[in-house]
């Protein structure tokens, strides 16, 4: 106001000056006049303030054609004073942390400690149905940060519901490489198939197919490395070469130098139109397993010993096709998936009955197919219904200690002939995308002359930082 | 084996020749508003995937395989950030193989950090629904944000693509000319928004609604990110029968129904905006975004 008032003064001196010595009559006039001023001043004052609010609001606008660094810099500012006391110390730079929750409610008609594929190598894989009653699953705890510019850093252990902990990724991948490569290393799942990579509680059903189950003892680990390249084209074609110990069923742990399993993988993938996206893909897994061995129990009942040394081979095929609309399945969206196996070993089998004093050797040949479909539809948003179809074909099992007369067929009752089927069904509640509650209902012929049905109570909660999900 | 090999890569050989030959500087736009930016700022020299579609819920992406192959071979992903897409660029960045869009490389741009964001979370924890820790990530509907982000990103280009930088630049600014033009015919044009009050779907309309000095009044998601209940919309049903709204708002990709049960029992008029480009057949570029925008809101100002 005193600026105001002292412009106005100034101004009213300036214009009036000579009139000062005039009579009273003029003194009022000046009066007057230096009144009128003083409100046209204080008029052109507020226009002014006015307009430099305008140019300071213009200015802020204008700031957008500032250069970019000043921006940044401002931008850095203002987030600096935001989240001062989140980035300071030595915490700064805590990697990503979550934790998957797990455990089932299990209603079965058979026994889960008899669970048998038969007819099919047991993997000595953790392929049994859920312990009866209340039952905690795997609690998974995964850490991951990227490393330097260079590699991102994963590790995942599982703790097991009776204690211990175990290691089911811990790899290194790089961010780095040219022309489309990853390379990844440690210990990782293959890549082989569609469901291999995803972790067990990113499945759709509470547990593996039977082809996971009994070619690759439920989810094939690498100890080893895995080279990808993605194809610089508009479809998905991505290519992989994994080298590893093969110390994993089909192949065994084989205390040999160099490289104990391979497996190529093949993927392509795309959208069709806005609310198709598709994948399919072909997988091979080679392996020599050395003295791979299971228990089985001979025509009396007294305990085997069977060791398998040779060539163990598997194809896989697979495809799945996810329909969203318009790509967005928040509301409803449908996925059908399917996967072929093709099993194959050839070397020899040693037979060991201590109770007979037998130890004979013969051939093995055997060559099994498998495959499932499933399709999961979400019917209303946070519900989703699925169903599963499984078999196995026992194709062909040439065991020359059969053929050779040295044991009978009753001396391997695992692998009678038998081409198991299940059906499941299940239904899944998902209030965000961090809970799920799933209930699913089995009918397993995995074991030969029983049927086991099972009902199972699921629920999967995951905390801490937001995982991406895989397609 | 060595026959399958053989095919594999004379396949392979097949579709890299198929290739065209396109030596045009490639952004990856992860919604729908950046592509449109990018095609403004970058002409004829840029080729733009847009990533996501306008009736998308940009939260609810998956990392879908045309993905992965779209960003393997971009010079540039041009994404919102904020965590707005945590759920699947990330697998997006790492499974494509190209170290030229990673976090921390001048190929990938977030958006977000060219503007100060609204509504940081006081409490970053998920019984708050869907929150992002560093505020709410739907920048694009306050025109002052898109010249801001513009000016970054027409340097960001220049910076990655040096022999079309002037170009970048030409073009921007010529942009930014039309833009401020445009902004000060949108806020007179919206004056009558001033003041009004708005239930929206999602808080997705909180930057325009700022701009504009819209008043919003309540939201039907109960918490971010969780899908309207019963529970809530009766709640919210009888909160604007003791102060009424003058509108119910969704984005185009929000589901319309419980909007349309809102908006006839509360009778109020529902209206959908395009809240991106392409969301409406009117919100074909950014200007037609705004443009849209105000007049669906002025056509039940009145």
Redesign the interface.
């Known amino acids: 106001m005193f600026k105001r008032n002292l412009i106005a003064a100034v101004a009213a001196l300036a214009v009036s000056g000579p009139a000062l010595a005039q009579d009273a009559a003029e003194l009022a006039k000046i009066r007057a006049e230096i009144k009128q001023l003083k409100d046209t001043y204080e008029q052109r004052i507020q226009d002014l303030e006015k307009r430099l609010a305008e140019a300071e609001a213009k200015a ?2 204008a ?7 000043e ?2 810099a401002a ?1 850095a500012t ?2 600096v004073s ?1 989240a001062a006391s989140a980035r300071s110390g030595e915490n700064a730079f805590n990697p990503a942390v979550s934790l998957v929750l797990q455990g089932t409610y299990a209603r079965t008609s058979q026994d889960p400690n008899q669970y048998q594929i038969t007819g099919y190598v047991p993997t000595g894989g953790e392929v049994g149905p859920p312990v009866r009653s209340f039952g905690l699953g795997e609690t998974e705890l995964a850490i991951a940060s ?1 490393i330097d ?1 260079y590699f ?1 850093g994963t590790a995942v252990a599982s703790l097991a519901p009776d204690g211990g902990v175990n290691v089911e990724e811990a790899y290194f ?1 790089t ?8 390379l990844k290393g440690g210990r990782f799942f293959s890549g082989i198939g569609y469901l291999n990579a995803q972790h067990q509680h990113a499945w759709d059903f509470q547990d593996a197919p039977l082809v996971y189950k009994a070619f690759l003892g439920n989810q094939l680990t690498q100890n080893g490395v895995q080279l ?12 992989g070469a994994e080298l590893s110990s093969g110390n994993q069923f089909p192949g065994s742990d084989q205390n040999k130098n160099g490289i104990g399993s391979t497996a190529l993988l ?6 069709a139109g ?1 609310s198709y ?3 399919s893909g072909v997988s091979y897994l080679t392996t020599s397993p050395n003295g791979r061995s299971y228990q089985d129990v001979d025509s009396l009942g007294n305990p085997t010993t069977n060791s398998f040394t040779g060539n163990a081979k598997v194809w896989v095929a697979d495809a799945i096709l ?1 329909w969203a ?7 409803h969206n449908f996925k059908l998936q399917g996967e072929y196996f093709r099993f194959t070993q050839d070397g020899t089998l040693v037979y060991n009955d201590t109770a007979t004093a037998t130890n004979v050797m013969g051939s093995l040949d055997t060559s099994q197919t498998g495959w499932y479909t499933q399709a999961v539809w979400q019917f209303y ?2 519900w989703r219904v699925g169903y599963r179809y499984d078999r196995l074909n026992y194709g062909t099992v040439n065991n020359g200690i059969v053929n050779n007369g040295l044991a009978t067929a009753a001396d391997f009752p695992v692998l009678a002939n038998h081409s198991p089927t299940r059906n499941t069904l299940m239904f899944d509640w998902s209030p ?3 809970s799920r509650i799933r209930l699913q209902f089995a009918s397993d012929k995995s074991r030969l002359g029983f049927t086991d049905n099972e009902v199972f109570v699921q629920y999967i909660y995951s905390l801490g930082a ?1 995982g ?4 | 084996m060595m026959r399958w090999l053989r095919h ?1 890569l004379a396949v ?1 050989a097949w ?2 020749a198929a ?1 065209p030959a396109s030596a045009a500087f490639n952004i990856f736009a992860c919604e729908p508003e950046w592509g449109a930016l990018g095609k403004e700022l970058g002409g004829d020299k840029v080729n733009v995937y847009i990533a ?2 306008p ?3 940009p939260h ?7 993905l ?3 960003a ?2 971009a010079d540039l992903v041009a994404c919102t950030g904020a ?1 707005l897409e ?6 997006v960045q ?6 030229r869009i ?4 001048p190929g990938y741009f977030e958006a977000a ?4 964001l609204l509504e ?1 979370p006081a409490l970053v924890d ?1 019984s708050q ?2 929150v992002h820790p560093g505020g709410n990530p739907h920048i694009q509907l306050d025109p ?1 944000n898109i ?2 982000i ?3 990103l ?3 280009m220049a910076q990655l693509d040096p022999p079309d930088a002037e170009y970048y630049r030409g073009r921007t ?1 010529a942009f ?1 000319d039309r833009w ?1 033009q445009a ?1 000060a015919r949108w806020e007179k044009e919206a004056a009558p928004l001033k003041g009004m009050t708005v239930v929206v779907y999602h808080k997705n309309m909180t930057y325009f609604e700022q701009w504009l000095g819209i008043r919003e009044v309540g939201e039907l998601e109960p918490l971010p ?3 309207p209940t019963t529970a809530h919309l009766s709640d919210l049903l009888a909160r604007l029968q003791k102060e009424p709204a003058k509108v119910v708002v969704r984005a185009a ?1 929000n ?1 319309p129904r419980a909007v349309e049960w809102l908006s006839e029992h509360a009778r109020i008029p529902a209206v959908v905006v395009p809240f991106t480009v392409g969301g409406t057949d009117q919100a074909k570029d950014l200007f037609g975004l705004f443009d849209d925008t105000i007049a669906r809101l002025l056509a039940v100002a009145k």
């Open positions: 802020g606008k700031q957008a054609t500032a250069s970019a660094a921006q940044s931008q203002t987030a935001a990227n510019p991102r991948q961010l780095a490489l040219p022309q489309g490569f990853t990808r390249w993605v194809a610089p084209t508009d479809l998905l074609i991505e290519l093949a993927h392509i993938g795309g959208d806005d996206a598709w994948r996810k609309p318009h790509g967005d399945p928040t509301y948003p946070q965000s995308e961090f937001h991406a999900h895989t397609f | 594999t392979l579709l890299l290739q996501t579609s009736l998308q819920d609810h992406v998956e990392a879908r395989p045309s992965i192959a779209r393997r071979s965590q945590i759920g699947w660029l990330p697998l790492t499974q494509s193989g190209n170290a990673q976090i921390g490389q950090r060219q503007v100060t940081v998920r629904g869907d002052r010249a801001k513009a000016a970054a027409s340097e960001r600014k930014l401020q902004i990110g969780m899908p990709y589901e």
